[in-house]
């Protein structure tokens, strides 16, 4: 039986050492659809899963996750990618999604304001955030909002620097991945320490995405787990208005 979602928090560590035993790929897949319905930003899903099982990538990846020990144990490895250049098939995707979810005859006018406004996010803000040449528009419309943000709220994260976080941000997310696998009683381990560069050309990833973090996958060994949780107080990081 699956853990309940607090128990599935409790159990997930992250397990640097795991045990002989095979892990059945189609559970880690289902986690991985799991992690695939976690919020983006403006839905755009602007990331990809790498479920590696096949031993000779494993040991390519291992390496290029500099011989971590989370890695070198590890069954199954999945690379989660941050991409930004999807957008604009992602933009596309919702487009079409729209307009299959509002084809409906005789739309109240509620509706058919809400499908316009919905649309026109898509076709027009969307593209208007996403479009960038080397940073040079996306600096120019952070300036521009500056400005604008002198009179009134405005949505600031336009640079490059800003898109890549907001695609970082929404790829993270994914964590709904290493709670599923927990729930399940697998164990993962998140890596940022890799050499990417390495990583995308074992996987033959595109220049223009990132890789997000490397979740090696597995069964906890007993020595598994470096010792007990550390956590500052919660007060410390809990700030109630
Ligand atoms: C983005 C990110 C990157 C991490 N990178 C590594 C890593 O490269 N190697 C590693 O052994 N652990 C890595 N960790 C695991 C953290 O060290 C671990 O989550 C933290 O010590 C808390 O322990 P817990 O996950 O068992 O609660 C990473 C965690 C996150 C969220």
């Keep these: 039986m699956e853990k309940s979602v607090t128990d599935a928090i409790n159990y997930r560590?992250?397990?640097?050492?795991?045990?002989?035993?095979?892990?059945?790929a189609e559970k880690v897949k289902?986690?991985?659809?799991?992690?695939?319905?976690?919020?983006?930003?403006?839905?755009?899903?602007?990331?990809?899963?790498?479920?590696?099982?096949?031993?000779?990538?494993?040991n390519k990846l291992t390496t290029a996750c500099l011989d971590q020990n989370a890695a070198k144990t590890a069954q199954q490895?999945?690379?989660?990618?941050?991409?930004?250049?999807l957008w604009k098939k992602r933009a596309k995707a919702n487009i079409g999604f729209l307009n299959k979810a509002f084809d409906k005859p005789n739309l109240e006018d509620r509706l058919v304001k809400r499908k316009k406004m919905a649309l026109s996010y898509y076709q027009?803000?969307?593209?208007?955030?996403?479009?960038?040449?080397?940073?040079?528009?996306?600096?120019?419309?952070?300036?521009?909002?500056?400005?604008?943000?002198?009179?009134?709220p405005v949505y600031r994260q336009t640079r490059l620097s800003d898109m890549r976080i907001v695609a970082h941000k929404s790829a993270g997310l994914a964590q709904n991945f290493m709670i599923s696998m927990a729930a399940i009683g697998y164990d993962t381990c998140p890596m940022e320490g890799s050499d990417t560069l390495h990583v995308k050309k074992i996987l033959n990833i595109s220049r223009n995405a990132e890789i997000n973090m490397v979740i090696s996958c597995g069964i906890r060994d007993d020595a598994g787990i470096y010792g007990p949780r550390f956590r500052v107080p919660f007060e410390d990081i809990y700030h109630s208005i």
């Design 13 to 24: 560590r992250s397990v640097r050492v795991y045990k002989d035993t095979p892990i059945d």
């Design 30 to 58: 289902q986690c991985l659809k799991n992690a695939a319905l976690a919020p983006t930003s403006s839905n755009l899903q602007l990331w990809e899963f790498y479920h590696v099982t096949d031993k000779e990538t494993l």
């Design 77 to 85: 490895l999945v690379v989660v990618v941050a991409n930004k250049s």
């Design 124 to 152: 027009k803000l969307i593209p208007f955030l996403y479009t960038d040449i080397l940073g040079i528009l996306g600096f120019l419309k952070f300036l521009m909002f500056q400005i604008v943000g002198l009179f009134r």
